[in-house]
């Protein structure tokens, strides 16, 4: 998959992360928004890590061009040749097509795991169809530490391989020497050991697989010396095979596993060689014969045999990767909003049906808790007539609404109960009594004040009509307030209200302030319980009254009756 496919990947994830967060999962506003932050975080993170990668490895990607590479939608296996594969390819040609395989080289051991890589980056639809062909041409080296040194990078070098290629790949090994001196311009002749069939097979071009001594035994009397060379030759090629790259190829070395190859050809053909090399070594070893240097004229014969041997798989194009990822991310998507869609449904389900049960339980005796859980049922029945009218909400859609079912429940349990008719409306603000008026402090004051609003004037005004200054008596102003709060601050509040309202009183009405008196009780003498909203709202108050007193409110030019009478006794007695 391409680098920017995995960024819209990453994009679209994203978007439909916040969407579920935003459109479908019922959260607090806090919550939301710190989860919408941490997927815009990770989201930010990942995408940065991909455009990194991205940079990172675009030259290492671009030293194979694509001509190289098979096209999509080939059929046979991609084979990466690694070893001694330079005999297998001419200069400059760094791949080989036939109607088994593409063959490509890897020129070190640096190059197989980039060669992987490309591969699954550029043809992912082909990453099923890759092995690896390990040549080993013995005639190439003189020393055993150095081919062992070489066989051992190469190993490593495979094992890299397995991070793009979906694990181990198959590994095809071939061992390659000069055939003996008096056949050697035969055909090359390839014996192979397959999984699939007991024993060393003989490979022939346009024949399938023959056991060696069906071989032998097939053979006429002229071919018959030349093929017993050549099995004395096999048995060479698979002894030194066993001893130097089977030990070390089979078993654990550390961090290398062991690679068992999926298929091992042994090929008799001529092959370029040293001089002292390995396997005249091995022949002087065994036989006291020193086989003579080979030389190749062509390039070397591709091991066809082995490849029909394999499984054939197809795995998933670019492309096609790309849709399954979108959806596989589209499903993760639609699973997360139906089960929050259930999630709200059920929700909905267990609030309206808490409603219901509660209103049910009320005898309506008093009618006020009745009449409360009343109103939150209409409440519930507009929200879901508006969502009937209009649609349901997408976060308590997508086929799961269960709001239909509660239309009918909730409208009969409105319907099926009305409250009694209210008591006559009382005044709350005024409360007139004999020689008393009472004022609500809130009509007069703001809460916490002491000073008078501004729209307090027509309410003194309209409350005070029938208190009228008259010589003896006096006019007593009265502050009360609720519990609410320090109760030696709510008696200071009280006196300051009282005060106020005799203020006004006073240049109101150009009274002589000897014709009132001020008094703050607090909250000592309430006239309702402080345990509900209405009484505390009843305590919170201010009362005038007219109280008799002798000398009270001696207004300057009147005369108070006492004062006329002692007079007119006077005159009488004169």
């Known amino acids: 998959m391409r680098d920017i496919s995995r960024c819209l990947l990453t994009v679209l994830s994203i978007i439909l992360a916040l969407w579920l967060l935003l459109g479908f999962w019922q959260l607090s506003s806090g919550n939301r928004i710190t989860l919408s932050l941490i997927v815009l975080i990770i989201g930010g993170v990942v995408l940065w890590r991909q455009w990194c990668h991205r940079r990172t490895r675009h030259h290492a990607l671009n030293r194979f061009s694509s001509d190289t590479l098979p096209p999509e939608d080939f059929q046979g296996a991609v084979v990466l040749v690694a070893g001694d594969s330079a005999q297998w390819f001419t200069s400059g040609q760094p791949f080989r097509e036939t109607t088994q395989g593409w063959y490509l080289q890897a020129e070190n051991a640096e190059q197989l795991p980039q060669l992987a890589e490309q591969l699954a980056a550029v043809r992912p639809a082909l990453v099923p169809q890759v092995v690896v062909l390990l040549t080993i041409l013995p005639e190439s080296y003189t020393a055993p530490e150095v081919f062992q040194q070489s066989l051992r990078t190469w190993q490593r070098a495979i094992v890299q391989c397995r991070s793009w290629l979906n694990g181990l790949p198959p590994v095809l090994i071939t061992v390659l020497v000069t055939p003996p001196s008096d056949n050697a311009s035969d055909e090359p002749l390839w014996f192979a050991v397959t999984p699939n069939l007991s024993g060393t097979q003989v490979r022939l071009k346009g024949s399938g697989a023959m056991p060696v001594a069906d071989w032998l035994r097939e053979s006429s009397a002229a071919d018959r010396f030349v093929r017993l060379n050549q099995t004395l030759w096999l048995n060479a090629m698979q002894d030194w095979y066993t001893r130097t790259a089977a030990a070390q190829m089979n078993t654990r070395q550390g961090e290398l596993p062991a690679l068992l190859p999926a298929a091992l050809g042994f090929c008799l053909a001529p ?45 998933v194009s670019r ?92 409208e009969a349990a409105i319907s099926g109960w009305a409250p009694p008719p209210p008591p006559p409306p009382v005044i709350k603000k005024v409360v007139q009594g004999p020689k008393t008026v009472r004022l609500d402090s809130l009509s007069l004051f703001e809460s916490g004040k002491s000073a008078l609003r501004s729209d307090s004037t027509k309410v003194l005004v309209n409350a005070l009509v029938g208190i009228k200054a008259k010589p003896g008596w006096l006019i007593v102003v009265s502050g009360h307030s609720d519990n609410t709060g320090n109760p030696q601050l709510n008696q200071v509040l009280s006196q300051k209200r009282a005060e106020s309202v005799r203020d006004w009183m006073r240049d109101t009405g150009d009274m002589p302030e000897s014709c009132f008196a001020v008094q703050g009780y607090g909250e000592s003498r309430p006239v309702a319980t402080n345990d509900t909203p209405e009484g505390r709202e009843l305590n919170r108050r201010v009362e005038i009254s007219l109280v008799p007193q002798a000398n009270a409110c001696q207004i300057p030019g009147v005369t108070s009756v006492s004062s006329q009478d002692d007079d007119a006794s006077d005159n009488k007695m004169e």
């Open 319 to 410: 492309r096609m990767q790309i849709w399954r990822n979108a959806g596989l991310i589209f499903g993760a998507f639609l699973l997360l909003a139906m089960l929050a869609s259930f999630l709200n449904n059920q929700r909905l389900l267990r609030s309206t049906g808490d409603h219901l049960s509660l209103y049910h339980r009320l005898d309506g005796h008093p009618p006020e808790p009745k009449v409360q859980a009343q109103q939150r049922l209409r409440a519930d029945s507009r929200l879901l007539d508006d969502w009937q009218r209009r649609g349901e909400p997408l976060r308590y859609g997508l086929g799961l609404y269960q709001g239909m079912r509660l239309i009918a429940p909730v």
């Open 271 to 315: 092959v370029e060689a040293v001089n002292d090399n390995l396997w005249q070594q091995h022949v002087a070893a065994q036989t006291a014969l020193f086989p003579p240097v080979g030389h190749a004229q062509t390039l070397l014969p591709l091991p066809e045999v082995l490849l029909s041997s394999l499984s054939r798989r197809r795995g």
